[in-house]
């Protein structure tokens, strides 16, 4: 059952035109971040209700996929891993196809798993991670 409700892109400039392309062509392949591909999370809003779309760097292995809240290796977390914590059913749009999931956190050695892949997907995780004392949280997306 796919997320109902009003939606609202990123504030932030270069994420805008990146989301704001994806909803022009219909495809997260229209972008990308160093020659790597790119998804389309859809959260709600943990206080306004409101849809968030961010994109985020595609995390995918065997048909299963992972988000990673790397902020580019920010002391904080993004807004939208609070988010999800509140409610954990999100949207993961990757090309054309759009698909409902349950985010799960995951921690010791499934996430040492996932995070070999993410960074697999996006070297850059590797430095983020470097940059911060913050432990960069990993979700595993469980299709609904
Ligand atoms: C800037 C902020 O966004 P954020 O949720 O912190 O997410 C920051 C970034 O993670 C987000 O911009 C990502 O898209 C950046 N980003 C990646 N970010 C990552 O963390 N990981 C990635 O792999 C990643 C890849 C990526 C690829 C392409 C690209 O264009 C951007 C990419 C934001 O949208 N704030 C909104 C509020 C959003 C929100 O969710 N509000 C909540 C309330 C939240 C609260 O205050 O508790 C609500 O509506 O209820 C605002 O200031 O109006």
């Known amino acids: 059952m796919p997320l109902e409700g009003e939606y609202e892109i990123s504030p932030t400039g270069w994420v805008r035109e990146q989301t704001e392309k994806i909803f022009e062509t219909g ?27 961010v994109p985020l760097m595609r995390v995918e292995h065997g048909g299963h996929y992972a988000i990673v809240a790397s902020l580019g290796g920010a002391p904080k977390h993004p807004v939208w891993y609070y988010n999800v914590k509140a409610e954990p059913h999100v949207e993961l749009q990757d090309g054309t196809e759009t698909g409902d999931f349950k985010a799960r956190e995951v921690t010791g050695e499934e996430k040492a798993i996932w995070w070999e892949r993410a960074v697999e997907a996006y070297p850059d995780y590797a430095d983020y991670q470097k940059k911060t004392t913050r432990e960069i949280p990993v979700f595993v997306l469980e299709p609904l």
Do not use: H, Q
Not at 31 to 48: E, F, M, P, S
């Open 27 to 53: 495809t997260t392949e229209s972008v990308d971040i160093k020659g790597r591909r790119v998804v389309l999370l859809t959260t709600r809003g943990a206080k306004t209700g409101k849809l968030r779309k």
